[in-house]
């Protein structure tokens, strides 16, 4: 039996393993927003498909929630995974809610010691295209998922460490940027590799019944220290709406309610009172359940009472969750998902508006609620690049100058730098200055948004919707005006 220190240095070596999968899937992307702008992750999860290691500063960490149990159901309806499988996702429903939109493509590999199962990894990145009616896959136009671009439900991609070449035939045929969506998807499976190799070795150490015990530990201790953190609000009920301005289809608003109940370190978030779903690209799946990219903000309070909390799927052990279906924020049928994080990025604010009346001293104001993927495309549609994510202003608070060019929306994806933008795209990034700010000086001053100034050929064509875009001629490099 493992001793308390044992058990806290193979956890710490279970952290190491997922920074290292992380950094090798960075390493081996090919896309933009892989590389640049860090939209993907990886984990280790145990037997119950929650994860047990999750990277701390590398990658997003919205994700540290998510549940890969109905995904490695759906996918073994027909035999259990061997090794050297990987299974492949993208599909909010079908996954059960492991993906949120189709661009965000999953893979899960199982993990063993011999012919027993031990674990699994996994790993997401952000895609550049799926298809679909637009280049990127994303709009908040889209009124159906099928709208949106390739649905993958939970299938083999990876069959005894071979790629299964039918799949990904399918996968290249039904998408604008075939070779960047290849060179990303193989860097999940270098990622999901190293860390096959990081938990073998633990597993000689420990033996499975060890591992599963550090997993178990690991879990238990982010629970136990969530709960002492959010034992520090002061119980009660409080609640808390905003409004989206409209579905980019009308002109109504759709309002956010979020109810939330503080009560000795748990927190209960009823949305009751949402309003339905829409025929937007503005609705998440959530199967009524907690998820990760609902409570990001949760984890953010976590967090921030107690910075050294290990990030694992023990946070969510403290968190309640009521949606009802048909909601915005539990879509049903094939309502379209890709626009999902203006909606999420709302309620997580209005999360905020709910806890900051149980601790006015630690929640700031309110962001401002909504991220921008910026996507340069060719106007024949053979070439797509999702160059960064542009935010708002980041609210004040009552104890330091809030970060510029930053929000709590999405709290790990980076600006990318221009200079790289410059080398990949004809039409780029020449500079990222922050906006001008009318925030009142002082110790809690709000942060400033970002601003992208990018330069295009005149045969280039420019539309804005759910994303910033600029289309330009294929192969023209050209630069002439500027992009607004």
Same mark, same amino acid.
Not at 80 to 85: I, T
Not at 263 to 275: E, I, K, R
């Given at each position: 039996m493992l001793t308390t220190v044992e058990k806290d240095v193979a956890q710490t070596r279970l952290q190491a393993a997922v920074e290292e999968m992380c950094l090798t899937l960075r390493r081996a992307s090919r896309s933009l927003y892989v590389r640049d702008a860090a939209d993907f992750a990886c984990a280790v999860a145990d037997l119950s498909g929650r994860f047990v290691a999750y990277p701390q500063d590398v990658g997003v960490s919205g994700f540290v929630g998510l549940d890969l149990t109905p995904a490695? *159901?759906?996918?073994? $309806?027909? @035999? +259990?995974?061997?090794?050297? =499988? #990987?299974?492949l996702t993208n599909?909010?429903?079908?996954?059960?809610g492991l993906s949120t939109h189709?661009?965000?493509?999953?893979?899960?590999a199982p993990y063993f010691d011999g012919d027993e199962l031990v674990g699994y990894g996994w790993a997401f990145v952000h895609v550049s295209d799926v298809g679909g009616r637009v280049p990127s896959s994303v709009s908040v136009l889209n009124d159906s998922v099928f709208a949106e671009g390739l649905r993958v439900p939970p299938l083999r991609y990876v069959r005894a460490g071979t790629v299964v070449p039918e799949v990904e035939a399918i996968l290249a045929a039904n998408s604008r940027t075939p070779e960047a969506n290849r060179g990303d998807l193989h860097a999940m499976l270098a990622a999901l590799d190293t860390g096959?190799?990081?938990?073998? *070795?633990?597993?000689? $150490?420990? @033996? +499975?019944?060890?591992?599963? =015990? #550090?997993?178990r530990f690991a879990r238990e201790q982010s629970a136990a220290r969530a709960r002492t953190a959010l034992r520090t609000l002061a119980d009660g009920t409080y609640r808390f709406e905003d409004f989206l301005d409209n579905d980019g289809v009308s002109d109504v608003p759709l309002r956010v309610v979020v109810t939330a109940t503080v009560?000795?370190?748990?927190?209960?978030?009823?949305?009751?009172?949402?309003?339905p779903q829409v025929e937007a690209a503005l609705n998440m799946v959530t199967f009524?359940?907690?998820?990760?990219?609902?409570?990001t903000r949760l984890f953010a309070i976590v967090g921030t009472l107690d910075p050294a909390v290990p990030l694992n799927g023990g946070l969510m052990d403290v968190i309640g969750f009521t949606a009802p279906a048909g909601t915005l924020l539990n879509a049903t049928g094939t309502a379209a998902t890709g626009v999902r994080h203006a909606t999420t990025s709302r309620v997580n604010d209005v999360v905020s508006g709910a806890l900051v009346q149980a601790a006015p001293e630690v929640l700031p104001a309110a962001s401002s609620g909504l991220v921008v993927p910026v996507v340069f495309a060719a106007?024949?549609?053979?070439?797509?690049?999702?160059?960064?994510?542009?935010?708002?202003?980041?609210?004040?608070?009552?104890?330091?100058t809030a970060p510029t060019a930053a929000t709590r929306a999405s709290p790990t994806c980076r600006t990318t730098p221009w200079r790289p933008s410059r080398r990949t795209s004809p039409c780029a990034c020449c500079a990222t200055p922050c906006a001008p700010t009318r925030a009142a000086p002082g110790a809690g001053a709000a942060g400033a948004a970002s601003s992208s100034s990018s330069r295009r050929s005149p045969t280039a064509r420019c539309s804005r919707a759910a994303s910033s875009a600029c289309a330009f001629a294929p192969g023209d490099s050209r630069a002439a005006r500027r992009v607004r």
């Open positions: 490695i *159901e759906a996918a073994t $309806a027909d @035999g +259990p995974l061997a090794p050297g =499988d #990987v299974v599909d909010p429903y079908l996954s059960g189709l661009p965000d493509v999953h893979a899960i096959r190799r990081r938990v073998g *070795e633990l597993t000689d $150490a420990l @033996g +499975p019944a060890g591992l599963a =015990d #550090v997993g009560d000795d370190g748990t927190v209960h978030l009823d949305l009751t009172g949402t309003d009524g359940r907690a998820h990760s990219w609902v409570v106007a024949d549609g053979s070439r797509v690049d999702v160059v960064e994510p542009m935010v708002g202003g980041t609210g004040a608070g009552t104890a330091r």
